[in-house]
């Protein structure tokens, strides 16, 4: 590898195909737009936003020999991203992600990863290998992993003992992977990132805030949680107890990846040492000015 990584970023890195229009939209729609094409994934998401905070990630994900898979090495490279731990196939395509966006909010999207579902534990070998750590030497540094990985391998690498000094952050990728992270809730790992919906689902009950939500994550077995709704108030929570804030008020631009820059950024302020408020505060602001529609 060209350089040594501060971060592991394992999970989905894709193309997203994001239509959002300034228009109130409802099912059947066909509204003027715009449409980009742009690298995306929860762990794709996350990499180059830590980047740009000054951290040098590497991606464990599974990319297609396809054009399309080298255009997207070639635009992870452009960023500042070690690809030289991704799993190249040579029979699976690259994947993608389509979204539709109104003024009122996400419409629809549908995430296709299903190569990196197929790809599987081939992505962790250089967990294993020697590229960045093996049985001897076990990983002991930052992960930030989504929930597009199958379930039988986020139960792998939520009980698996190569992993057990890494500091794992773990985020849903959406509510309806939600489940996927109960692993995590079962064995008592991880730093877990989810939204008041992805927190209901886990815990099977319906909540009325971030702060109760944290609370019953908690009981229900995690280590340490964030919990965000939108606009609302943000709870943190673990065995030192539960914090929240609200964050910045700002006009929605834009919704796809607003979480995964909130994950992101709240990762990214506790490597330079910041303190629980401060890392909830600074990941508040960051999701608010991505929304905003401003660079992070």
């Excluded at 936003?49 to 000054?54: D, H, K, Q």
């Excluded at 992101?264 to 401060?278: L, W, Y």
């Amino acid at each position: 590898m060209n350089s040594t990584p501060d971060i592991l970023c394992i999970g989905s890195v894709l193309w997203d195909v994001i239509g959002r229009s300034s228009r109130v939209m409802r099912q059947g729609s066909d509204v003027p737009g715009r449409i980009s094409r742009l690298p995306g994934g929860v762990a794709m998401n996350i990499a180059m936003i830590v980047a740009r905070f000054g951290l040098t990630p590497a991606l464990l994900t599974a990319i297609g020999r396809d054009p399309e898979g080298d255009e997207l090495i070639t635009a992870c490279t452009a960023r500042g991203l070690i690809t030289d731990t991704v799993y190249r196939s040579d029979d699976l395509p690259t994947d993608q992600y389509m979204a539709v966006e109104g003024a009122n909010g996400l419409i629809a999207a549908i995430a296709d990863a299903h190569s990196l579902e197929a790809a599987g534990a081939k992505i962790l070998r250089p967990l294993s290998d020697g590229t960045l750590a093996d049985t001897a030497n076990p990983y002991t540094g930052l992960i930030a992993l989504d929930g597009n990985l199958t379930v039988e391998l986020l139960s792998e690498i939520a009980t698996s003992t190569a992993l057990a000094q890494a500091d794992l952050r773990v985020a849903p990728a959406s509510p309806g992977k939600a489940e996927r992270l109960l692993p995590f809730l079962n064995a008592a790992r991880g730093t877990l990132y989810v939204n008041l919906e992805e927190a209901g689902l886990l815990c099977k009950a319906t909540f009325a805030d971030t702060t109760t939500a944290a609370r019953a994550l908690l009981k229900r077995g995690a280590q340490r949680v964030l919990v965000t709704n939108g606009g609302s108030d943000a709870s943190e929570g673990s065995a030192d107890g539960i914090i929240s804030q609200t964050p910045p008020q700002v006009l929605v631009t834009r919704i796809t990846g607003a979480g995964d820059t909130f994950m992101a950024a709240h990762i990214a302020a506790e490597a330079r040492g910041a303190g629980r408020a401060e890392a909830l505060d600074q990941a508040l602001q960051a999701a608010a000015t991505y929304v905003s529609g401003e660079s992070v």
